[in-house]
């Protein structure tokens, strides 16, 4: 059985209660729980929030009724994990079946297609990591063109390499962790305290169906690439 979930907290700093603003002729978090619903692999659904107009709406949809979720999951300063595992906790119990694959979706990422799901439910089920993590090339390399500075405030390469990278095309791959689509092992989910124990996979995806809303102009920027989608 696979459980798809979003998490969406009531409260945001950027962008004002984003997870339910509407773009592009609904809430934003019904770009993702619609995929949720309409995906041939997913078995069930459920939303973890602590926004009772969220959950209401979730689940006269058809997602799982966990209730809200506590306090201290709905802090700006919980992560992700502890919303998962609690999540899964509540759900089990109204699920017919074992949990075979936890398969989260950021709510902040409407411009993901239903084939990057499918594509990262395909490489978990070959791959057999305890977590799939949506990723795509990072635009900028710590090798190369990410900076810091020192205690003199002198700019520095983050990460120098003997001799030195003169061209991008010299630097060590890197990947930008994207917050869209996860497939987390139950087992791992259970035992472990965070993402980065165990064996952690990307899941590569295009940058432009990458782009998450953390501020008023990536929901002005999203809502463009909706848009252009919608109209072709």
């Avoid at 950027?14 to 997913?42: E, M, T, Y």
């Avoid at 990460?159 to 060590?172: D, F």
Wanted: net charge negative.
């Amino acid at each position: 059985m696979i459980l798809g979930h979003i998490g969406a907290r009531k409260g945001s700093k950027g962008v004002v209660r984003k997870n339910f603003r509407p773009i592009c002729g609904k809430p934003l978090i019904d770009w993702s729980l619609d995929q949720l619903f309409a995906h041939p692999q997913v078995d069930a659904v459920v939303v973890s929030t602590d926004d009772e107009e969220i959950y209401d709406h979730a689940v006269a949809k058809g997602a799982l009724k966990i209730g809200l979720r506590p306090a201290h999951l709905a802090t700006d300063q919980a992560g992700k994990w502890g919303v998962w595992q609690h999540a899964l906790a509540v759900s089990e119990p109204l699920l017919a079946e074992p949990v075979g694959a936890f398969l989260d979706l950021d709510c902040t990422s409407p411009l993901r297609l239903p084939e990057d799901i499918s594509g990262a439910l395909a490489l978990y089920r070959e791959a057999r990591p305890d977590l799939v993590m949506s990723c795509c090339e990072a635009r900028k390399n710590p090798y190369f063109n990410l900076v810091e500075p020192d205690a003199s405030g002198a700019l520095h390469v983050s990460k120098p390499l003997p001799g030195g990278v003169v061209a991008r095309q010299q630097a060590p791959v890197v990947y930008e962790h994207a917050a869209s689509t996860y497939v987390v092992s139950p087992d791992y989910l259970k035992r472990a305290k965070g993402l980065w124990e165990g064996r952690v996979i990307p899941f590569l995806m295009p940058p432009e169906r990458c782009v998450d809303i953390d501020s008023p102009f990536d929901f002005r920027l999203v809502e463009f690439l909706l848009k252009e989608a919608q109209h072709g």
